[in-house]
């Protein structure tokens, strides 16, 4: 995977062998094996990782640990502590969207305060997937189907063409600690849900469904840039804007 993953930077994520960036840390197995990874590249990054206070001792835990591995890597760490519950119940929204706004928030604020560019997350293959389906069962267009960007203006996630079982296979070959937050198994979560209980069954049902539904990402995305560059194309024909008033070609809408 080590090898996998230095070509992929080489060729998508250049910018990250040359600029320091914050990687988002939680100590999930995920989070671990991409900071091994960027350590093992020689990659130039700081640690962020937040305590939500969420499940008492093992949240207090996972934040020992991730500041035990800063140490052993040899990486500039940042940590906060939120009142997640707290925020909830004022916010009125769930936690799952309070502990997202609250640590997007945070990492912002650092960044800014750093000069750091780009914020580098452990989204994966199988992430991707889950959000696919998702959006699905909420119902969706095509920018809700063509999964979680690869590359924002301040977001990367080099782990997404890489699938939760060879994120496990390398964390074991390498001997990589990592920590289990028990509320990943707790399937009255959607996303857990989806994970535990209709992954598996999709899978079963064919041993290369993530690497089909890939593929039909792929297609997705091309449909949606083709769409995009042929509407950006009819606006620039159709509409001409001539001081402060638009006007409208009507021979242009005609064709």
């Known amino acids: 995977m080590l090898a996998a993953f230095k070509t992929h930077i080489e060729t998508k994520f250049p910018e990250l062998r040359s600029t320091p960036f914050l990687l988002a840390c ?3 197995i995920d989070s671990m094996v991409l900071a091994h990874l960027c350590a093992r590249c020689g990659m130039d ?15 207090d835990g996972d934040e020992k640990f991730v500041e035990k591995i800063a140490n052993s890597l040899n990486l500039e760490l940042y940590v906060t502590q939120f009142e997640t519950i707290d925020y909830v119940n004022i916010h009125k929204v769930s936690v799952q969207i309070a502990a997202r706004q609250l640590r997007y928030s945070w990492f912002a604020e650092i960044m800014q305060k750093n000069g750091i560019q780009t914020l580098v997350t452990a989204h994966h293959a199988d992430d991707n997937l889950e959000t696919f389906l998702i959006n699905l069962s909420r119902g969706t267009g095509i920018e809700g189907l063509i999964g979680i960007p690869e590359k924002t203006d301040s977001i990367s996630r080099p782990l997404l063409p890489f699938a939760r079982e060879d994120i496990e296979a390398y964390a074991l070959a390498e001997n990589i600690e990592w920590r289990e937050d028990s509320s990943n198994a707790d399937t009255n979560y959607l996303r857990n849900n989806i994970r535990h209980q209709i992954l598996p069954q999709l899978k079963a049902l064919n041993p290369n469904f993530l690497g089909n539904f890939r593929d039909t990402q792929s297609y997705l995305k091309q449909t949606a840039s083709m769409a995009a560059t042929h509407i950006r194309r009819s606006k620039a024909a159709i509409f001409q804007k001539e001081g402060n008033s638009v006007k409208i070609s009507i021979t242009a809408l005609q064709i």
């Open 26 to 28: 939680s100590g999930g």
């Open 45 to 59: 990054f700081a640690l962020a990782h937040c305590n939500f206070r969420l499940r008492g001792a093992d949240s």
